[in-house]
């Protein structure tokens, strides 16, 4: 029987703030800047319910015949993951160093081999806080927060004050599904075991100055 239960697309952003995506010169797998609307050529297909450990179909938006090795996804705190290697007992890991590179030949897990796994609506979501005038978040003293700016760690900084990605996912979906010339109130987490912010997000009117990938 042909296995039809709804499957979900996931990018993954490393520890440095970049994205995982494809080298269709090299047919090999490489880190790129995210850029607000672009897609990136690397996902994992995985089914919308699974548990890790879990072994994901690693998908190239540019079909090139080189395969990836068996990757294992394991489960990391707070909403991020590792990619294993069985067959070397390795881990993917994402160097910035020089050009930079992705291999899949570090011999332990720690921050380069961390990442996050993003959906559409969260990339859509991400997109939307980084781009100038498409958002204004408003805390409720009437302050509106500056246009954030992507750190290493997997941090938007907005001003002075740091908001880890990682614990503001559903915040990103949230965010991504709001509709031009509307509003929506969320709870940003700043700091693990600290009650969260709440705001309130204006998506402006009109076109979003993003591509239309997303």
């Not at 709804?6 to 080298?23: A, E, S, V």
């Not at 990442?115 to 003293?141: I, Q």
């Amino acid at each position: 029987m042909t296995d039809t239960s709804p499957t979900l697309r996931l990018w993954f952003m490393d520890w440095h703030g970049w994205m995982l995506d494809h080298d269709p010169l090299k047919d090999a797998p490489t880190r790129t800047l995210f850029q607000p609307g672009r897609l990136p050529g690397l996902c994992a297909i995985v089914p919308e319910t699974f548990q890790f450990p879990y072994r994901p179909f690693m998908e190239k938006r540019v079909s090139m015949p080189r395969a990836f090795p068996d990757m294992e996804m394991q489960e990391l705190p707070h909403n991020r993951v590792a990619f294993f290697l069985p067959k070397s007992e390795t881990y993917l890991i994402s160097v910035p160093f020089g050009s930079g590179f992705v291999d899949y030949h570090s011999p332990a897990q720690k921050e380069w081999e961390t990442f996050l796994p993003l959906t559409l609506e969260m990339l859509r979501g991400l997109s939307l806080l980084v781009t100038p005038d498409a958002l204004k978040l408003e805390d409720d003293t009437n302050t509106v927060l500056p246009t954030p700016i992507l750190q290493e760690n997997m941090i938007l900084r907005f001003g002075d004050r740091n908001l880890p990605l990682f614990l503001n996912t559903d915040v990103l979906t949230r965010i991504g599904h709001i509709m031009p010339g509307t509003n929506a109130s969320i709870d940003l987490t700043w700091q693990i075991d600290i009650a969260p912010t709440p705001l309130v997000v204006h998506r402006q009117a009109g076109p979003t100055p993003a591509p239309e990938t997303l």
